[in-house]
C-alpha cells in the first residue's frame, strides 16, 4: 500500500491507527498531543496514566476513545539540540517502534504528524526527510496505508526554500497560462503548428485551476484515446480497407499501456511486487492494470511507474503516450517531475516530497 501525503487536522483521519508526538510522561501537552486528547476524550489520559512513561525514540499504545480511529499510538520524538546529539537516530526509532506497534495490532492503515517538527524543534525538511526514508523502508516489506499528514502550510517549508534548484527550474521552463492561452489561439486561428504541447488535463497553475474545470475536457479526454484502436503509423493505417482480414487490422494495433509497462518490468528484470512498491502503487490497482490490457491508468500512475522503472524521459514520454497524455511546459507538476527524471533523481518518496512543497498533485494512485 502506498504512502500518502494530505493536508489535515489528524483527529480528523479515519484509519486503524493515528499517531501522537508525545513527550516522555505520556501526560499530554499542546501541539498535536494536545488536539488528540482534546477530541479523544478524558478515556485516553487514563489510559495513559496506566502506561507509566515513554523513552525518547519508543512508542505506547492506547485505544482511540472518541476519535474516529482504533489506536493511537503514543510516540516520543527528540528535542532538536544541534543534529549532533542523536537526533535522527531517535526520530527514526519514534517512526520504526510505531510501524512496529501498528504491524502488531494489524493496521491497514495509518497517520503520522511530522514527529518533533513542532515544540521539539526539529527542522521541517530533515523531520519530512527522515519520515519518508521510515515509509519507504517499511513500504518495501510491508503491506500498510501510511498518511503523512501536515498540518500548516509552513509544515511543507514551501518549495521555493526547501527545493531551489527545482524552484529555477520551473522559472526557467514554465510556461504561463497566457501564452499557451496566445498560442492555442493562434493554432486554433491556423496560424500553424504551436510549439507547445498544451494538455488542458494537466495545466496545474493556480492560473489554469481558475480557468479550467479540474475534468479533462471531452475533445482531449485520455479514455476517450485508449477505447481507439492504435495505429502504428498513418501509412500503415491507408493500407487498411475493408477487404484486409481482422487479423491483419488487429496486427497495427500499438501496444496498449498495460503491454509496455509489464514488457518494461520484464526487461529491468524487477518483479511485479518491486515495481509497484517503487511506484507507490497498492497491490490490488496493480492486479488491475495487469490484467485489463486497455486499462486507462491516472496520468500520476502512468508517471509513477516510469519513475520505478527508471525510464529515460523520452521512454517515459512514449509510456505516457500510451495513455493518452504527454509532459508540458505548461503544467508545474510535469515540470517538477520532468526536473528530476533529467537528473537521475527515481526516488518516487523524494518526488513527492518537492511535489507537495509545491502544492502540486502526488504520484501514485
Ligand atoms: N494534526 C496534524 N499535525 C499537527 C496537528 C494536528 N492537529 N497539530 C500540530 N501538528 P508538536 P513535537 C503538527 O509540537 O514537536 C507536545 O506538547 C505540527 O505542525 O505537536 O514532537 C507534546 O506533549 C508539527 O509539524 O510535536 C510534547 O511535549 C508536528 O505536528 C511536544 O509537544 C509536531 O508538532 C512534542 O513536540
Known sequence: MPLLLVRNDITKMKCDAIVNAANNNLRG????????????????LAECITLGKCETGKAKVTRGYRLPCKYVIHAV????????????????????????????????????????????GYPKDKAMKVAFDC??????????????????????????????????????????????????????????????????????????????????????????????????????YDTVSLGDSLEEALSMIDESFSEMLLRKIDEKGMTDAQCYKK???????????????NYHPKKKTALAFAVALELSLPETEELL????????????????????????IYDIFRINEALFSFDEDLLGP
Do not use: Q
Not at 108 to 116: D, K
Not at 146 to 175: H, M, R
Not at 185 to 197: A, K, M, Q, T
Not at 283 to 292: E, G, P
Open 29 to 44: 501537552g499542546g501541539g498535536v498531543d494536545g488536539a488528540i486528547r482534546r477530541a479523544a476524550g478524558i478515556g485516553l
Open 77 to 120: 520524538g527528540p528535542i532538536w539540540k544541534d543534529g549532533e546529539h542523536g537526533e535522527e537516530e531517535l526520530l527514526r526509532s519514534a517512526y520504526k517502534e510505531s510501524l512496529a506497534i501498528a504491524l502488531k495490532k494489524g493496521c491497514e492503515s495509518i497517520a503520522f504528524p511530522l514527529i518533533s517538527a513542532g515544540a521539539y
Open 135 to 236: 515509509f519507504s523502508e517499511f513500504l518495501l516489506e510491508h503491506e500498510m496505508l501510511i498518511y503523512l499528514v501536515i498540518f500548516d502550510k509552513e509544515s511543507t517549508a514551501l518549495g521555493e526554500k526547501l527545493f531551489p534548484n527545482i524552484a529555477k527550474y520551473i522559472d526557467d521552463n514554465y510556461i504561463g497560462i497566457k501564452r499557451v492561452m496566445a498560442e492555442k489561439r493562434r493554432r486554433d486561428e491556423g496560424f500553424g503548428n504551436v510549439s507547445v504541447p498544451f494538455d488542458f488535463g494537466n495545466a496545474k497553475s493556480e492560473c489554469a485551476k481558475n480557468i479550467f474545470d479540474s475534468e479533462v475536457p471531452k475533445a482531449v479526454a485520455p479514455a476517450a484515446f485508449s477505447s481507439l484502436p492504435k495505429f502504428h503509423s498513418s501509412a500503415k
Open 279 to 293: 511506484a507507490n502503487i497498492d497491490r490490488k490497482l496493480f492486479s488491475k492494470i495487469r490484467s485489463t490490457p
Open 321 to 344: 503516450l500510451k495513455a493518452g497524455y504527454s509532459l508540458t511546459k505548461s503544467s508545474r507538476f510535469d515540470i517538477i517531475v520532468e526536473y528530476h527524471i533529467k537528473n537521475g
